[in-house]
T-cell receptor, first 117, second 116 residues
Framework: SQQGEEDPQALSIQEGENATMNCSYK?????LQWYRQNSGRGLVHLIL?????REKHSGRLRVTLDTSKKSSSLLITASRAADTASYFC?????????????????FGKGTHLIIQP | EPEVTQTPSHQVTQMGQEVILRCVPI?????FYWYRQILGQKVEFLVS????????KSEIFDDQFSVERPDGSNFTLKIRSTKLEDSAMYFC??????????????FGSGTRLTVV
């Protein structure tokens, strides 16, 4: 799999249910970030989790990071119709790009989440 | 809440023409980025900029591309001679002094570039 690959590719659940999306990556990271993108719009930052952290919460969002398995999960609890969007994980990977400076992010293909009202 | 502003929101250009995409990052941020997203594909890193010079770049960022911070507020991406495959949504982003703080990057809404 490529760096920052999410699964499932698409997820459809009923409003009020919890949604879980997973991300796997291949090489060591400085941090991993989750973003949301509504159709045709910009990316909205949700959570950043550092490589030495295991879990983070923000409102209805919970992110876990398992560096031994090189994987992360995003849990959205009590989903709402407004949560319908594409969700991307992005890794900040040392040396991913030439220059050695401020690390660019490597994005996955995303999970398209549909919340059915 | 502070925003990253991008202009124009849409741009149509003829193949071979030069385009300049403009961005106003968040005022106290020091790191600036350009990403692109071809329709239906991943968001791809192009370049990062810090202290008035390119910090990192991807293989996509070839000699056709250049970035500039012409004044204290604007950050531009120039494509010298556009090709059909440059058609994409281009996102500008900025981040604070210390990467790894708990706010990540702030992205703009994007410029949709269509090369015809």
């Amino acid at each position: 799999s490529q760096q920052g690959e999410e699964d499932p590719q698409a997820l459809s659940i009923q409003e009020g249910e919890n949604a879980t999306m997973n991300c796997s990556y291949k090489t060591s990271i400085n941090n991993l970030q989750w973003y949301r993108q509504n159709s045709g719009r910009g990316l909205v930052h949700l959570i950043l989790i550092r490589s030495n952290e295991r879990e983070k919460h923000s409102g209805r969002l919970r992110v876990t990071l398992d560096t031994s398995k090189k994987s992360s999960s995003l849990l959205i609890t009590a989903s709402r119709a407004a949560d319908t969007a594409s969700y991307f994980c992005a890794t900040d990977t040392p040396g991913a790009y030439s220059g050695g400076g401020a690390d660019g992010l490597t994005f996955g293909k995303g999970t398209h989440l549909i919340i059915q009202p | 809440e502070p925003e990253v502003t991008q202009t124009p929101s849409h741009q149509v250009t003829q193949m071979g023409q030069e385009v300049i995409l403009r961005c106003v990052p968040i005022s106290n941020h020091l790191y600036f980025y350009w990403y692109r997203q071809i329709l239906g594909q991943k968001v791809e890193f192009l370049v990062s900029f810090y202290n008035n010079e390119i910090s990192e770049k991807s293989e996509i960022f070839d000699d056709q591309f250049s970035v500039e911070r012409p004044d204290g507020s604007n950050f531009t991406l120039k494509i010298r001679s556009t090709k059909l495959e440059d058609s994409a949504m281009y996102f500008c982003a900025s981040s604070g002094v210390e990467l790894g703080l708990n706010y990540g990057y702030t992205f703009g809404s994007g410029t949709r570039l269509t090369v015809v």
